[in-house]
């Protein structure tokens, strides 16, 4: 069955032929006018999917809005009546008002030419096009012909001299790595950054000169920094790089494994960076809290294992957990998934996947909740965890039912560290 039979839209070309606009025009609407679209986490590309019957509620959503104002239009004919009734005086009174104010526009106009303001930034294949609060283009900037861009984002006007500056991170080609540009809000690129560091693990040394899997803005110390995750993609070893406006390292973790998701967030620990992603040497998803004034160290490792890492810097985080793969993970022989989790109210919530695809509902996760101080309150099995545990028994590659199960309470390890106690296990779901 396609995904059009099934009422979901896999790209920006087909949701684009949904709708019968450009794909450019489905970006702008997304980013203006809230376009259902959703992401799938991962990758080098954004990959996008929608459903037609989100796509076509809000249609008719916009289409309302667009009536009204209409509506809005029609009603300013009302405004020719109005100017009859004023004496002479009250309209020459008005002119010069209109008069000083559209001075006071155009001098803000130039004031605009002179330090644009950017409000969005499109992909067009290796071009970068940013645009202004007036939906015209601010300026351009050709990569070479080989590039991909993977990300962007627009600076907030206090990190950059009161103007919005750009970070761009882009993959080269087979072979070139990816590098982080920075644009002066006029389009002039100030520096690039490439990582090509060599981290050395007892297993060998390894050259961090590949790929950029993220790149996020951080109020650090009063400054404007920047997050960023670069990766090995042969091999397992990633950091995340701390680097300041000029394109410099501040601090760096090293992790044995790759990294996913890296955020700033207060907590009653302090301000703390909070990293997700995989944990090679203990074979699962992990979680580590870093401290944001201090984010330099790396993942705690046993000494004398492969993963031991030899020129890291000696620091290590306040907290790092690892979560296991599951039973139908195993089973289905499915690739470990890391876990994200985001503050929602005053619990953490930490989702991972368990296998990739899903039975038309969505897929089996795992699903762990923190405190605000990441203590550990519990952990269960999402519902289509054992909707696929039933499909699995059906197919006879699990031979007992849920009420059998060794997991039916959830997940019943979890593995955590800490600086005073080492590692430990703990059990949030024995009876």
């Keep these: 069955m396609t995904s059009n039979e099934e009422g979901r839209l896999d790209s920006w070309k087909e949701i684009a032929e949904y709708l019968g606009r450009d794909v450019h025009t489905c970006l702008r609407w997304e980013k203006e006018k809230g376009l259902p679209v959703h992401t799938i986490p991962g990758g080098k590309r954004r990959t996008v999917y929608a459903f037609k019957h989100e796509i076509d509620e809000w249609l008719a959503k916009s ?8 509506q809005k239009v029609e009603n300013l004919g009302l405004l020719g009546r109005v100017w009859q009734r004023i004496p002479a005086a009250g309209k020459a009174a008005l002119l010069l008002l209109v008069f000083a104010l559209a001075g006071f ?11 644009p303001v950017l409000t969005q930034l499109l992909q067009e294949g290796n071009r970068l096009v940013t645009i202004s609060p007036n939906s015209s283009v601010a300026w351009t900037y050709d990569f070479p012909s080989s590039a991909r861009i993977l990300d962007s984002v627009v ?5 950059f001299r009161r103007s919005p500056g ?26 690039q950054f490439t990582s090509d560091d060599t981290v050395s693990f007892v297993s060998g040394d390894f050259k961090l000169s590949w790929g950029f899997h993220l790149a996020r803005l951080i109020e650090a110390a009063g400054e404007t920094k920047v997050l960023l995750d670069t990766r090995q993609y042969t091999w397992w070893p990633s ?9 410099e390292v501040e601090e760096r ?3 044995a494994g790759w990294i996913n998701s890296a955020y700033l967030m207060k907590s009653p620990l302090g301000p703390v960076v909070v990293v997700g992603g995989v944990s090679n040497s203990h074979d699962g998803a992990f979680l580590a809290i870093l401290d944001a004034n201090h984010i330099s160290g790396t993942s705690p490792e046993q000494a004398g294992t492969p993963y031991e890492c030899r020129n890291c810097p000696a620091g290590r985080p306040l907290k790092y957990f690892v979560f296991p793969r599951s039973e139908l993970n195993v089973v289905t022989g499915s690739l470990l998934y890391a876990g994200n989790g ?12 368990e296998v990739h695809g899903d039975l038309g509902q969505g897929p089996p996760e795992s699903i762990y909740e923190f405190s605000l101080d990441f203590q550990l309150q519990r952990a269960s099995y999402g519902d289509h965890y054992w909707e ?20 039916r309470n959830g997940p019943p390890r979890i593995l955590q560290w800490e600086p005073k106690n080492g590692w430990q296990e703990i059990h949030p779901t024995q009876p």
């Design 388 to 407: 696929w545990h039933r499909k699995l028994e059906k197919e006879g590659k699990i031979k007992h039912s849920r009420e059998q199960c060794p997991e």
């Design 105 to 115: 526009g155009t001098y803000f106009l130039i004031k605009e030419t002179r330090a």
């Design 342 to 353: 985001f503050p929602q109210g005053d619990i953490i919530p930490v989702v991972k996947p």
């Design 63 to 70: 289409r309302v809005a667009e009536e009204s104002e209409v």
């Design 166 to 191: 750009v970070l761009v991170t882009v993959y080269l080609g087979e072979g070139k790595g990816d590098v982080l540009y920075f644009f002066s809000p006029r389009g002039e690129p100030l520096w």
């Design 155 to 159: 600076l907030p006007k206090r990190a």
């Design 239 to 247: 950091q995340l790089l701390l680097l300041n406006l000029r394109g």
């Design 253 to 255: 973790f090293v992790n």
